[in-house]
Structure formats: structure tokens, C-alpha cells
């Protein structure tokens, strides 16, 4: 039998602004965190993510890369982005060219284990949880179902 390779979560090669708050084990690397942002456990932000200004990113968040997140933003427990839409009819894989960015307003909520992909949404938004979003979303409002639809307005 063969060995595996191991590899450990860490925190690498990160751009912390002023008076962030990590909880460990994460795994960060390659990204950028705004002041006075706040990631929970179990967290992971990949490559070239950004996390805004005074954001919370709950315990088990998943951010891959093409993330970028504004300021003042709630991820809630288990919220996973996707940057790959399976627009061929399967998976991409390594080959970025075929992965697309998402890019998250300020203000914006996002309830537990909503999934998000690859989509912009406008500020003042609240995703509920368990929601899908499917669709760019491009006014305030309040967001829910699979796939999301407005609810109500703020």
C-alpha cells in the first residue's frame, strides 16, 4: 500500500488588515481579509478571495477563488461559494479559464448553507438559508428558495 500525501490547513501568505479576528483551524492562503473582519472554524478562503471590511465569516464557510466580498457582510455557518457552473455539462476542473467570478455587495447576508454561484449581488441583500442563487440579484431585498427568488423588499 501506498502513502499518502498529507497536507495540513494553514494560514498563508495572507493580507490581514487592522484588528482581524481568526478562530483556528482554517485554511487561508493567498487571500485578503478588511479590518476588523471576524472568520469562525473550519473556515476555508482560497487564492485570491477578498473579504471586505467588518465581515463575519461563520464556522464551515467555503470561499474559493473569484470571490470577492464587500464590506460589512454576514456568511453564515456552512455557505459555500462555486466559481465553476458546470456550463459544459461537467465539472472544469483544474482549468480556470472555464471558472467565473462572484462578486458580493456590501451589507449583504447570506444564511447557512446557502449556496452561491457564480453571481453578483447588489448590496443590502439577505440570502436565506439553504438557499440557492442562481442569478445575479440586482436590488435590496430579501432572497430565498432553490433556486432564489425576492421575497419582499428591505
Known amino acids: 500500500m501506498g502513502e499518502p500525501r498529507i497536507k495540513r490547513a494553514a494560514i498563508r501568505e495572507v493580507s490581514f488588515g487592522e484588528g482581524v479576528t481568526v478562530v483556528e483551524p482554517v485554511n487561508l492562503y493567498e487571500c485578503s481579509i478588511g479590518d476588523d473582519s471576524f472568520i469562525g472554524p473550519f473556515v476555508e478562503i482560497q487564492k485570491g478571495a477578498k473579504i471586505g471590511a467588518r465581515c463575519k465569516v461563520q464556522s464551515h464557510a467555503f470561499v474559493c477563488e473569484l470571490v470577492t466580498i464587500g464590506d460589512d457582510c454576514f456568511i453564515s455557518h456552512g455557505a459555500m461559494f462555486i466559481n465553476d457552473s458546470f456550463a459544459e455539462g461537467g465539472p472544469a476542473g483544474g482549468d480556470r479559464t472555464r471558472w467565473k467570478e462572484t462578486v458580493i ?50
Open 105 to 154: 455587495g456590501n451589507h449583504v447576508s447570506i444564511g447557512t448553507n446557502a449556496t452561491i454561484l457564480p453571481v453578483t449581488i447588489a448590496d443590502r441583500v439577505v440570502i436565506g438559508a439553504g438557499s440557492v442563487v442562481t442569478r445575479d440579484i440586482e436590488e435590496p431585498g430579501i432572497y430565498a428558495g432553490n433556486p432564489a427568488r425576492k421575497i419582499r423588499g428591505i
